[in-house]
């Protein structure tokens, strides 16, 4: 999985190396001192699963603060930055929030 950048960038395939599918998902670690860390990534549903683990794995690994957590949020269109137009407020939807 490859890092994303904050703010969203507009970038639309899936993140898993080799999957070149657009991404219905937006997958982003949150945390209390630093919810805006940069640690994210996108996803097609066929490696939703994979993203998850792999961020999750990964804020265990590094010792995160401990109210860490994964954010799933749902995209309808893909991801929308400034060039495409101002993001809308309800451009995605939080599916779920996992615990670290």
Same mark, same amino acid.
């Given at each position: 999985? $490859?890092?994303?950048?904050?703010?969203?960038?507009? *970038?639309?395939?899936?993140?898993?190396?080799?999957? +070149? #599918?657009?991404?219905?998902?937006?997958?982003?670690?949150? @945390?209390?001192?630093?919810? *805006? *860390?940069? #640690?994210? +990534?996108?996803?097609?549903?066929?490696?939703?699963?994979?993203?998850?683990? %792999?961020?999750?794995?990964?804020? $265990? %690994?590094? #010792? #995160?603060?401990?109210?860490?957590?994964?954010?799933?949020? !749902?995209? @309808? *269109?893909?991801? !929308?930055?400034?060039?495409?137009?101002?993001? %809308?407020?309800?451009? $995605?939807?939080?599916?779920?929030? /996992?615990? /670290?």
């Amino acid at each position: 999985m $490859r890092p994303a950048p904050l703010p969203l960038d507009g *970038d639309l395939t899936c993140s898993m190396p080799g999957c +070149g #599918r657009l991404s219905c998902f937006h997958v982003r670690l949150e @945390t209390a001192s630093a919810p *805006d *860390d940069g #640690r994210a +990534g996108d996803s097609c549903g066929a490696h939703l699963a994979e993203v998850v683990q %792999e961020l999750a794995s990964w804020a $265990r %690994e590094q #010792r #995160r603060d401990p109210a860490s957590q994964v954010v799933v949020y !749902a995209m @309808t *269109d893909g991801r !929308a930055n400034e060039a495409s137009g101002p993001v %809308e407020p309800f451009d $995605r939807l939080a599916l779920g929030t /996992i615990p /670290i």
